[in-house]
């Protein structure tokens, strides 16, 4: 078990000697504690391989600040995936496919008997995304293994760097799923599911998965040391605050609904007001009932309708059929459950006084996460050997790090998002910002690596 003590008695060696017992193996003590806490990541270079990654999925003659489309398994996908593959290779790893398309790269450790630290984030977005979602933590960590290998530094622990499959889920509805396929929670109902006429085992098999053999990207709890992801906060905080440094407490709860609305299609010209059973006044009554609901109590909680579609759609015809997402969001369970009952409720009468038939089914449910405190320590000691301010903060946004809570300690950093914009061309985080979450993922994984979890 990770102790505080052990732990914090580890990262001490950043900066002050340690008595011989923390220190774990012969070849760690060969590496000086001023050479490692010395290292720094090549700002440049992180900055250029976030700048070429953005190529994949940029609006045709755009530009880095037009940000990307790089839904999963789409062709920018598979191009940005190799991309990556490619900068992998040229670190010096041979990286893998699991059969959910997670990429994988290990770099062996000084012990190969100790299970790795596993550290990265995803490359796919979301529509006219940004440059930095997901993006920051992957090829923060890939930068990381770089300079470990130019300086060749031994790490106690294997690493293994990973590029999640689909963390956003706007293709098929229902996000984490490289992530959930390795924590056993991507279920084979959900491969016959249908996005764009294009089945998600044929979507999985364009990454270069294997849907047939889901269950052997499953690994078991405890079979990783620890998982560390780097990624922009997609919020305001740390930017009010002016702390450069985000540790994450825990990561909210996410509930997926899809509503599908049932009126009765009718021309829109003969017939009269009050005979219609119009379904897009419902679901427009609907989402002001989902933000009336979700602000009528105080909290965290959010609630949103993003996702809408009309038939026929046609400016002639009252609307037949609505169909349309509703995410509710927040570190509480129970409240989620208790939100989406009341949302139940005001959509049976919304149905009744509309004349139409309301359907709501839960498309995708992602558990809150709560961050190991032991590895939030490793990130804090990392920004303090840094000179970094730090505060924790929760995860209003999902996170692949979340399922990896589920097998085993994990903690995420979070850098600054400019204006707090995030799942937008506009979404922004300073270069300086970029490189300083960077050395701050690089020395909380060095800092984890000397937790002797046997003393
Ligand atoms: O939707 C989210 O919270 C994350 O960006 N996938
Ligand atoms: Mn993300
Ligand atoms: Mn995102």
Redesign the pocket.
Same mark, same amino acid.
């Given at each position: 078990m990770l102790t505080r003590r052990v732990f914090l008695g580890a990262l001490a060696t950043l900066a002050i000697p340690v008595p011989r017992r923390h220190w774990p193996s012969p070849l760690w003590r060969a590496r000086s504690q001023v050479e490692l806490a010395a290292l720094r990541i090549d700002a440049t270079r992180l900055r250029h391989t976030l700048e070429s990654l953005s190529q994949f999925g940029r609006p045709a003659n755009g530009s880095f600040a037009d940000g990307v489309s790089r839904l999963a398994y789409s062709d920018a996908d598979v191009q940005g995936r190799a991309y990556v593959l490619d900068l992998i290779k040229s670190v010096g790893l041979s990286p893998r496919l699991d059969p959910a398309g997670n990429i994988l790269a290990r770099r062996d450790g000084a012990d190969a008997s100790l299970p790795p630290i596993v550290f990265g984030s995803h490359i796919d977005s979301v529509p006219n995304g940004g440059n930095f979602?997901g993006d920051l933590g992957s090829l923060s960590a890939i930068e990381a293994v770089r300079l470990l290998n130019e300086r060749k530094i031994a790490t106690r622990h294997p690493l293994e760097v990973v590029v999640w499959a689909n %963390? %956003?889920g706007v293709a098929f509805n229902n996000?984490l799923c490289g992530s959930r396929a390795v924590a056993g929670k991507l279920p084979p109902e959900e491969l016959e599911h249908v996005y764009n006429g294009v089945k998600k085992t044929d979507a999985i098999r364009k990454i270069g998965g294997d849907p047939t053999r889901i269950p052997d990207a499953r690994r078991s709890p405890g079979s990783f040391h620890c998982y560390v992801e780097l990624h922009i906060e997609?919020g305001g905080t740390l930017e009010k605050t002016g702390i450069p440094i985000g540790v994450v407490e825990g990561i909210v709860a996410i509930d997926r609904y899809d509503a599908v609305i049932r009126g009765m299609a009718n021309h829109a010209g003969t017939t009269p007001m009050p005979d219609r059973h119009d379904a897009l006044i419902a679901a427009a009554q609907l989402t002001l009932a989902v933000r009336e609901i979700v602000t009528s109590e105080p909290g965290r909680q959010v609630g949103t309708v993003g996702h809408l579609e009309v038939v026929p759609n046609a400016p002639n015809v009252i609307p037949g059929v609505v169909r349309h997402t509703i995410e509710l969001r927040d570190l509480s369970a129970s409240k989620l459950e208790r939100l989406a009952q009341a949302v139940r409720d005001r959509a049976r009468q919304i149905a009744a006084a509309t004349g139409t038939t309301i359907d709501l089914t839960l498309a995708s449910h992602h558990e809150a996460a709560t961050a190991s405190p032991v590895v939030q320590d490793a990130i804090e000691a990392a920004a303090d050997h840094l000179r970094l301010a730090h505060q924790r903060l929760p995860s209003g946004?999902?996170?692949d790090a979340q399922s990896m809570a589920q097998l085993g300690p994990m903690a995420m950093i979070f850098v600054p998002s400019i204006g707090g914009i995030s799942?937008s061309p506009r979404e922004l985080t300073s270069w300086d910002d970029c490189a300083r979450g960077a050395n701050a993922l690089l020395h909380a994984v060095l800092a984890a690596d000397r937790m002797d979890v046997r003393s």
């Amino acid at each position: 078990m990770l102790t505080r003590r052990v732990f914090l008695g580890a990262l001490a060696t950043l900066a002050i000697p340690v008595p011989r017992r923390h220190w774990p193996s012969p070849l760690w003590r060969a590496r000086s504690q001023v050479e490692l806490a010395a290292l720094r990541i090549d700002a440049t270079r992180l900055r250029h391989t976030l700048e070429s990654l953005s190529q994949f999925g940029r609006p045709a003659n755009g530009s880095f600040a037009d940000g990307v489309s790089r839904l999963a398994y789409s062709d920018a996908d598979v191009q940005g995936r190799a991309y990556v593959l490619d900068l992998i290779k040229s670190v010096g790893l041979s990286p893998r496919l699991d059969p959910a398309g997670n990429i994988l790269a290990r770099r062996d450790g000084a012990d190969a008997s100790l299970p790795p630290i596993v550290f990265g984030s995803h490359i796919d977005s979301v529509p006219n995304g940004g440059n930095f979602d997901g993006d920051l933590g992957s090829l923060s960590a890939i930068e990381a293994v770089r300079l470990l290998n130019e300086r060749k530094i031994a790490t106690r622990h294997p690493l293994e760097v990973v590029v999640w499959a689909n %963390e %956003e889920g706007v293709a098929f509805n229902n996000g984490l799923c490289g992530s959930r396929a390795v924590a056993g929670k991507l279920p084979p109902e959900e491969l016959e599911h249908v996005y764009n006429g294009v089945k998600k085992t044929d979507a999985i098999r364009k990454i270069g998965g294997d849907p047939t053999r889901i269950p052997d990207a499953r690994r078991s709890p405890g079979s990783f040391h620890c998982y560390v992801e780097l990624h922009i906060e997609q919020g305001g905080t740390l930017e009010k605050t002016g702390i450069p440094i985000g540790v994450v407490e825990g990561i909210v709860a996410i509930d997926r609904y899809d509503a599908v609305i049932r009126g009765m299609a009718n021309h829109a010209g003969t017939t009269p007001m009050p005979d219609r059973h119009d379904a897009l006044i419902a679901a427009a009554q609907l989402t002001l009932a989902v933000r009336e609901i979700v602000t009528s109590e105080p909290g965290r909680q959010v609630g949103t309708v993003g996702h809408l579609e009309v038939v026929p759609n046609a400016p002639n015809v009252i609307p037949g059929v609505v169909r349309h997402t509703i995410e509710l969001r927040d570190l509480s369970a129970s409240k989620l459950e208790r939100l989406a009952q009341a949302v139940r409720d005001r959509a049976r009468q919304i149905a009744a006084a509309t004349g139409t038939t309301i359907d709501l089914t839960l498309a995708s449910h992602h558990e809150a996460a709560t961050a190991s405190p032991v590895v939030q320590d490793a990130i804090e000691a990392a920004a303090d050997h840094l000179r970094l301010a730090h505060q924790r903060l929760p995860s209003g946004a999902g996170h692949d790090a979340q399922s990896m809570a589920q097998l085993g300690p994990m903690a995420m950093i979070f850098v600054p998002s400019i204006g707090g914009i995030s799942h937008s061309p506009r979404e922004l985080t300073s270069w300086d910002d970029c490189a300083r979450g960077a050395n701050a993922l690089l020395h909380a994984v060095l800092a984890a690596d000397r937790m002797d979890v046997r003393s």
